[in-house]
C-alpha cells in the first residue's frame, strides 16, 4: 500500500498542474452521463446493432446467465477465456460455466493465480496483491511445474505459454468493459497484460458484459477519464493497452449484454445516483484503513472496501448485505481520494439509515446500539458499565459477537476518565 501511495502522488503532480479541478471536471462529466443514462445507452445499442453485434439487455443477474447460456449453446462452446471482470464476479459467470460443463480460463495473471487457487479476487483492480512471490511460486510448482526458486520472469513465462494455448483452442471469449462511449457507439477495455485483447479477438464469439452505469458521453471525455483511471488505479502514466470495440470483426458474432442488476434503483435515488460515477479504479479500497485490516475476502462480495460496501446491498440484497456499511470508521478517506468525488462515507451512512428506517438490519444489533447510545448519554450509566465490566466482557460481547468474541480486543481495566482523574491527582 505504501508503494501505491507513493506512486499515485507521483502521478497526480507528473498528469495534472490541478488534481483537484480534474476531480470537479471528472464529477461533472460523470455525472452528466449518469443523468442522461437512459438515453445514451439507446444511442450505443443503436450504433452497435448497426455494425452487426447482438445487443442485450439483462434485468439482473440471472437474466444474463440465462442470455450466457443460450449463446454457449447456439455457438456449441467448450471453452471460454476470460479477461478481469468484476461484473462476471457479479453474475457469478465462472460458477456457471462449470454447471454448464464449460472450460473457463482466467487470462489476467492475478486472476489467474486465484483461480489456480480456489480463491475469489482479493481486491477489485489488483486480484492477487495478499500473495507473495514465494506463494506463488509454490502454486506454479503445483500447477505448472515450474521450480520452486523460480524468479519471476520465469513465473510469468509459464503463465504465458499456458494461456498461449488456451487462447488458441478456445470457442468464446469473455470480457467487461471500463466505458461505454455512446456518441461513438463503443465500448473501451483497459488493460496491462494484452489478455484482454487477445480473449475478445482470437476467439470466434465474444461475450461482453458490461454495467449499464459504465456510460460516458462523448468519446473525447476518454483525454481526462484514461488518465484519470490509470493514475488513482495503479499509479500509471496510462494504462498499456487500450482497446476501442465498436463491433464485431468479420466472421465474428459479439454479444453485448447491458447489466443492470440493481443499478436502476441506485438511479432512481437522489442521493445513491452518485455512486453510479465511479469508475472502479480502487483508490477507495486503498486509502480504506478497515479494509487494510481485514482484507478483500473478509467482505464475501464481488466487491469489497468502501465502494463494495455502498453497492453489494443493492445489488445483492439489503438483508443480506446492509452488513456492509458498518464496515466503516466514516473517516471520509476514501472520499477525499475518490477521483470522481462520490460522498462514499455520507452513502455508507445513508445505507445505515435505511437499514434502521427499513429494520433490515439485525434485531440484536438494533438492540445493543440502543443500549449503546443510552449508557453514552449519562455518565451515571458508564460507571455502572464499569463496575460491570465482567459481564460485559464475559456475557455481554459472548452473546452478541458469539463466535468471533473471543477475537475482540479486551475492555480496558480503567476507563479514560479515570485514568485523567487518577493524573490530576498526582
Known amino acids: ?92 459467470f465462472n460458477e456457471f460455466m462449470d454447471e454448464l460443463k464449460v472450460d473457463v480460463i482466467e487470462s489476467d495473471l492475478g486472476e ?35 521450480a520452486l526458486d523460480a524468479s519471476v520472469e520465469d513465473l510469468t513465462a509459464a503463465a504465458r505459454l499456458h494461456l498461449r494455448e488456451k487462447f488458441l483452442a478456445a470457442d468464446m471469449g469473455f470480457t467487461s468493459a471500463n466505458f461505454i462511449l455512446a456518441d461513438d457507439g463503443s465500448f473501451l477495455v483497459l488493460e496491462n497484460e494484452g489478455n484482454a485483447r487477445l480473449s475478445a479477438n482470437l476467439p470466434d464469439v465474444h461475450v461482453a458484459v458490461i454495467g449499464i452505469d459504465k456510460v460516458l458521453a462523448n468519446l473525447k471525455d ?26 464485431p470483426r468479420a466472421g465474428q458474432s459479439l454479444y453485448v449484454i447491458l447489466l443492470d442488476n440493481g443499478r436502476s434503483d441506485l438511479y432512481a435515488d437522489e442521493k445513491l445516483r452518485e ?15 478497515v479494509y487494510e485490516s481485514i482484507g478483500g475476502h473478509s467482505y464475501e462480495a464481488a466487491y469489497s472496501g468502501p465502494i463494495g460496501s455502498v453497492i453489494s446491498p ?14 466503516s470508521s466514516l473517516c471520509g478517506a476514501c472520499t477525499d481520494v475518490c477521483p470522481v468525488k462520490i460522498p462514499l462515507h455520507h452513502l455508507l451512512h445513508y445505507n445505515r439509515t435505511i437499514a434502521n428506517e427499513t429494520k433490515t438490519n439485525d434485531a440484536s444489533w438494533r438492540l445493543i446500539m440502543r443500549l449503546w447510545a443510552k449508557a453514552m448519554k449519562s455518565r451515571k450509566s458508564i460507571k455502572i458499565a464499569r463496575n460491570s465490566f465482567g459481564i460485559i466482557d464475559s456475557i455481554i460481547l459472548k452473546a452478541f459477537f458469539q463466535k468471533h468474541s473471543e477475537n475482540l480486543p479486551k475492555l480496558a481495566e480503567k ?12
Open 1 to 92: 500500500m505504501g508503494t501505491y501511495h507513493g506512486k499515485v502522488s507521483t502521478m497526480q503532480d507528473k498528469q495534472f498542474r490541478d488534481w483537484d479541478a480534474a476531480r470537479d471536471y471528472a464529477e461533472a462529466v460523470k455525472s452528466y452521463a449518469i443523468e442522461n443514462m437512459p438515453d445514451l445507452l439507446e444511442q450505443f445499442e443503436a450504433k452497435q446493432i448497426d455494425r452487426g453485434s447482438t445487443v442485450l439487455w439483462a434485468e439482473t443477474a440471472e437474466d444474463a446467465r440465462t442470455q450466457i447460456a443460450e449463446i454457449v449453446h447456439r455457438h456449441k462452446v467448450e471453452s471460454v477465456v476470460k479477461s478481469k471482470s468484476m461484473t462476471s464476479e457479479e453474475i457469478r
Open 222 to 247: 476518454l483525454s481526462l477519464f484514461l488518465p484519470l483511471l490509470s493514475t488513482s488505479g495503479t499509479g500509471q502514466q496510462m494504462t498499456v493497452y487500450n482497446s476501442i470495440f465498436r463491433g
Open 275 to 289: 455512486v453510479l460515477r465511479c469508475i472502479r479504479c480502487g483508490a477507495c479500497l486503498n486509502s480504506c484503513p
Open 415 to 426: 476507563s479514560f476518565a479515570e485514568l485523567w482523574e487518577e493524573k490530576n491527582e498526582r
Open 112 to 146: 489467474l493465480i486465484v483461480q489456480m487457487r480456489g480463491e475469489k479476487p482479493y481486491h477489485i483492480v489488483t486480484p492477487a496483491m495478499h500473495l507473495s512471490k514465494e506463494d506463488i511460486a509454490e502454486l506454479f510448482h503445483e500447477k505448472l511445474g515450474t
Open 314 to 327: 443493492h445489488i445483492f440484497g439489503f438483508q443480506d448485505y446492509q452488513h456492509l456499511s458498518q464496515s
